[in-house]
């Protein structure tokens, strides 16, 4: 698969960049690691809950093709690769596992053949599409994925760039699009713990970003599972889900909350 690379505006913060910085990477401008330094500044927890995320991210994955035998994947929001994508963690299971990741950020496009890597046995794909368009994300989906067997729907840290009056209708779209058997891994932030910092963070952000974001309490996050079957331990912090000791060097108060559920 070709990948068109638009122009990247090197002036303007990017979250998937500052995402990058706060996790080691080293794909970034000046704007991002000024943005980035400035939201630990205000609140030092964000380390931790990138962190966290990415340790869910593999703890979920591991679950899904281990245990629960998911062999496809659609990951949106992917952001840049970085250690342990979901395509390195399924396949490294399940060699046979179909992985589509779908962004719509100019800088992960740049770096999507980086995500385009696949076992011989399996595939990935990239979709370039929005959030907001779930239409063209199950379209685009549907090259990869047989949507006539289970799909785990994967929306990490990126419907917190949405508002509720669009945020709910759109998850139920693609929720409604997957087949019995199917499962989601939803997590997001929250202002249960350090609540002053987190809204600290978040007002710098949008002070600075074209593209603004909120927090949401448990309870609002708790309704994008509605429908589905949440698997034990539930919503819970995310560094909380199926710790073991490969999350032990994870901080457990962080502001995301996150769980797996399935749908019946």
């Known amino acids: 698969m070709s990948v068109d690379r638009p122009p990247i505006n090197s002036n303007v913060p990017h979250s998937a960049r500052i995402w990058n910085y706060w996790l080691g990477g080293k794909d970034c401008y000046e704007i991002d690691r000024q943005v980035g330094d400035q939201m630990r500044e205000l609140n030092p927890e964000i380390v931790d809950i990138a962190r966290a995320q990415r340790g869910f991210l593999k703890r979920a994955v591991t679950y899904l093709a281990a245990e629960a035998g998911i062999r496809q994947f659609l990951d949106v929001g992917t952001g840049l690769p970085t250690l342990d994508n979901t395509h390195e963690v399924a396949q490294g299971i399940a060699p046979e596992s179909r992985i589509v990741y779908v962004d719509h950020d100019p800088v ?21 599409a929005d959030l907001r368009d779930p239409e063209s994300i199950l379209r685009g989906a549907e090259r990869t994925l047989d949507f006539g067997r289970p799909v785990a729907l994967m929306l990490l840290g990126i419907v917190a760039h949405v508002p509720d009056d669009t945020a709910y209708p759109i998850v139920e779209r693609l929720k409604e699009a997957l087949p019995a058997g199917s499962h989601l891994v939803f997590c997001d932030s929250t202002e249960v713990f350090h ?6 963070m978040v007002g710098r952000w949008n002070e600075a970003s074209d593209n603004p974001r909120i927090n949401r309490a448990p309870e609002q996050l708790a309704r994008f599972f ?11 912090p995310v560094a909380e889900w199926r710790s073991g000791p490969s999350a ?15 749908k019946r």
Not at 195 to 200: K, N, Y
Not at 226 to 236: K, N, Q, R
Not at 248 to 262: K, N, Y
Request: cysteine-free; hydrophobic content about 40%.
């Open 108 to 128: 992960v496009l740049t770096h999507a053949h980086a995500l385009l890597t696949s076992t011989h046995d399996g595939a990935t794909d990239y979709i370039d």
């Open 195 to 200: 609540a002053d910092e987190m809204r600290a």
């Open 226 to 236: 509605d429908g589905f079957d949440l698997l034990e331990p539930g919503l819970v």
């Open 248 to 262: 032990a060097d994870e901080r457990r108060d962080v502001d995301s909350f996150g769980g797996v559920a399935v």
